[in-house]
């Protein structure tokens, strides 16, 4: 384990020896999001996000700030690639219905295949 994995888990208070399995993605996605506040405050600001996998850690985990859906499913997306689990990036539209297909593309999402099973994971 990679000593910015260790520190992921230490920030989320994931105890768990990590397999890619159903077990470890429940308990991973619950310590995430039970831990890691859903913040805006710099894209509300105007200032430069997160976007290198370096940036997000630094803030998410070292910094101990919460992040935006880009920030938030980036470091779990990393985090499952690190722990051997199948992942897929996807995007996706929040609030389509209401703004119509300007809204293609502006959330980003995770597909993890496991057991034969497509699992979308958003956190």
């Given at each position: 384990m990679t000593t910015e994995l260790a520190a992921y888990f230490d920030r989320i208070g994931f105890e768990y020896s990590?397999?890619?399995?159903?077990?470890t993605?429940?308990?991973l996605c619950r310590a995430h999001i039970n831990t890691i506040p859903f913040e805006n405050l710099?894209?509300?600001l105007g200032r430069k996000t997160a976007r290198s996998q370096a940036e997000?850690?630094?803030k998410l985990v070292s910094r101990q700030r919460g992040g935006w859906c880009y920030e938030q499913n980036g470091l779990m997306g990393w985090a499952l690639d690190?722990?051997?689990f199948d992942v897929t990036r996807l995007v996706a539209g929040v609030m389509r219905?209401?703004?119509?297909d300007g809204q293609l593309g502006n959330h980003p999402c995770l597909l993890v295949r496991l057991e034969g099973e497509d699992l979308l994971?958003?956190?």
């Amino acid at each position: 384990m990679t000593t910015e994995l260790a520190a992921y888990f230490d920030r989320i208070g994931f105890e768990y020896s990590p397999r890619a399995d159903g077990a470890t993605l429940c308990a991973l996605c619950r310590a995430h999001i039970n831990t890691i506040p859903f913040e805006n405050l710099d894209v509300q600001l105007g200032r430069k996000t997160a976007r290198s996998q370096a940036e997000i850690h630094d803030k998410l985990v070292s910094r101990q700030r919460g992040g935006w859906c880009y920030e938030q499913n980036g470091l779990m997306g990393w985090a499952l690639d690190e722990i051997g689990f199948d992942v897929t990036r996807l995007v996706a539209g929040v609030m389509r219905e209401q703004a119509g297909d300007g809204q293609l593309g502006n959330h980003p999402c995770l597909l993890v295949r496991l057991e034969g099973e497509d699992l979308l994971v958003d956190v």
